[in-house]
């Protein structure tokens, strides 16, 4: 366990809403099992991280959850992105490729003055 | 929005607990089922399947506390929690909770108490509106009776026309009369006001009208307006009182209205009227004369000017008053004017006793705190590893610092529940105090603010426990455990912080009983104080039957007023003559005597004084006595003792030559050296002008001693004595000696002067005795507040020491085995435990006198007879601390001495 990545304070959200966004309405299985996948298996994430998560998106209203039957035919609660999610995913997702473009510009290695 | 949503749905969260944590649990549940079939499918035993999930899921409990933490507002689950187990703890140590709720209810008790009382007599805004921009001007002078008094017409005209920045002048002056009702009669104080005083002062009506301009000058009709209180108290609050006529000496008047509740300064006022009611006000002698002081003066202060511009303009008109009227105020005498913000002058006399109260009230809370901060300390560390183990089952510091906190709010607004009983009733006894001191005591009340202050007081005291605590660091759980910690005597950091309480609870107890020390040896002083009279068992009866203003038919003509008041005196002597005469036929009465005033009491009329062929050094103020009169009885009837010559005779009549008896002081200051009698003196001073006192020569036939007119800590005042028939009866006094409790005679007394003069109030009925008590009521009140602040003060340090002694015992059992074993004998044992106490009783004595010799300078004002700094006394209190601190100490070294070894070895 020691080589996996602890997830980063705020990104777990934009990876629940991106996920929500790509694979529509999912329960909590199926969201910790893509994420683990998609960041093939660097990021473990326990329930304990999970849930609060998903509860707070949800207070937030950004998505909202609904007992349905899974396809395993389980009852199971499943999220699903809101309206407000999706401008939330857009424009967090807006933030985080500057973010990202500005760290990739600093840590670039240095040009030579001329 | 996305923050008050998130809000509101945490706050519904709290609501449906039960419901969410049945679906979580489901929620998790399935998650757990779902990735133990995926793991089966991937080939996994149903066992290791099950475990491999499990791992994964990081702990269902967890996982469920940190979304519960997200759902609702944990802090109030939690608290919840926190707040039984509080309650459950602490019942079951009860010793330990009524001692910190007895203390701490006593601490917040006597500081919510004298807090309401600085808060209404010192804090609080004027009832007035606008009323901090209200000032008292003062003009004072040196010598007895010259601390207030008054202005003149023409002075306020200098001032209104040459201080801009006192805006507007509100004059009343005090004056008296009887109001007759229907059965009875009562003397009441009326302040005689101008039409634009209550506008001036910001009071408004609560019913009719107050005066106005138009109400001013002669020939207008007189109208009163009544105090709350004394419409409360006369009238029960009869709101058709308004239009009503009411009869003032001679005068009938029409209520026009009630005032709102207010405060009076200097003097009480029952009911204010327009100034036609006494001629004498609108004559020329009043308006002219500079010297006839005799209005008080309030202003408000003009938009924008400050107290300080007010202040340097009233200074300089003042020194061109001074500089263009040089007869007016002799050099000698230091004429000044003070301004004061009229809330100040309002306090003036409460601030410095009411600071002192707040302070000892202070001392005392400090006291309380430092024992339960003690008390907690220990409690903390008993509860050590109680709180090693919480910790290590995954509570973190902040969870544990929480739950120290709620329990210590408990304990703290419990004793606060229980101190605002005590304050209840220490309020009413505050009180009494207040009355004698400020006319805001009315205004006390235990109100939100100060329920405010005690809620804050209580909450700073719980959070300064909590965090005295120490708790154990995170990370240090594992070690501890492994080590198997059960240490009792806590780390040397917080002995040193219990033992620093104790130290500063011995030392701040000092204090505080320096203070009782000085306040009670200052009463015994002042108790001691011989007033000069021969005998308490006299009784003194005011029976004020001379009408001075407004008699019935006279105009304005001053010689017609003047001649009704002598038909008035006249009439009111031959009535006095008769009830001397039915009151000496008393049983048990052994002398009765007729005067102008009380003796012990201060006389209100002075007057400047010159004897005959003594010329006072330049520089020296002119020397003024009191104005008194007394009948040939009087004397040894009030047990005023003659010194020398005679004392008034009968034939000392209306016609004969005008004599005079003189007191000691009096007779010290004009002839030291030298036998008074047969001297002239005479009453001088442009003042008399205004007055129908003569100037003449009076010849000296005797001294009196001298008595303590005006309180047993009042300088000794110079009195001129005159023959009752030779002058104004003024308020008109009778004083009875007899062989027994005077105060046995007054109802008979009472009746027979009602029967003669049924028209005439009868005040202030009091003995000798009683007057001296009296005088002396408000300090035994303080010295004895004061004195059970540092009695309880001293407790509870006791308290504190003992606890801490007894607690560094049981700590050292095990030591204290060894050393019995080891073949220290009991004897020893107790030694050391009395040194350790004693180090710290010793240290807390040394800072606290070093303490008290600094903090006892400022009640070097309530001092009298003996020094801030007085040995004796501080010998004393630390006599006194060190026998109480003994004993605390021997409790707690009996007990170390008592271990057997046997036993305490055996438990090692």
Redesign the interface.
Known sequence: MADKLDVKQGTLALMILKTLEGLGPL???GI??RIEETSKNRL?L????L??AL??L????FIKAEWRQ?E?N????FYALTAAGRKQLARETREWHETADLIAAFLAPKREVP | MRFIRAALARIAGVFSKDTADDELREEMQAHLDMEIAENVRRGMSPTEARRRALLASGGLTAAADAVRDQRGLPWLDSTAADLRYAVRALRHSPAFTAVVVVTLALGIGANTAIFSVVRAVLLKPLPHRDGDRLVYLRQSMDGPGGADIDFSVPEIRDFRNGAPALGSIAEYSPWFGTLTGKDDAIRIDVGLVTGNFFEVMGLSPILGRVTRPSDDGPGVPPVMVLTHDFWMKRFGGDSAIVGKQVRLDGNSLTVIGVLQPAPWFPDRMDALANMVISPHHLSALMVQGRTHRMTAMIARLAPRASVAEARSEVASVYERMQRDHKDAYDPGSHYRVAVIPFKEALGERARLTLWILMAAAAFVMIISAANVANLTLMRGVRREHEMVVRAALGAGVGRLRRLLLVENLLLTLTGALAGLGIAVAGVRLLTALAERYSARANEIRLDAQVLAFTFVMAVALAMLLSFLASLPREGSFAERIAAGVRRLTGDTRKQRLQRGLVVAQVAVSVVLLAGAGLLTRTMVQLSQVNTGLKSEEVLTVQVPLLQMSGVAGTGSDPREVFKAVLQSDAAAKVRYDQMRREIVGLPGVLEVGVGSSTPLRASVTSFEVKAEGKSIKVGEATPRADFRTAAPEYFSAAGIPLIKGRGFAATDGIGAGKVVVINQTLADKFFPGEDPTGKRIAWTGEVLKFSPISPEWRTIVGVVGNTQDGGMDAPLRPVVFMPFVQELAMSGVIVIRTDGDAASVAPTVTKIIHRVAPAAPIENVMTVKQIKAQSLAPRRLNAALVSSFGILAVLIAAVGIAGVLAFSVSARTNEIGIRMSLGADSGRVQRMILGEGGVLLMLGLVVGVVGAFFATRFIRGLLFGVAPNDPTTFVGVAVLMAAVGIVACWLPAVRAARIDPAITMRSV
């Open positions: 329960h909590g299985y910790a099992r473990a326990n329930y304990g991280t849930y609060p509860l707070k949800e207070q937030e209203g899974s395993n389980r009852r199971a609660k």
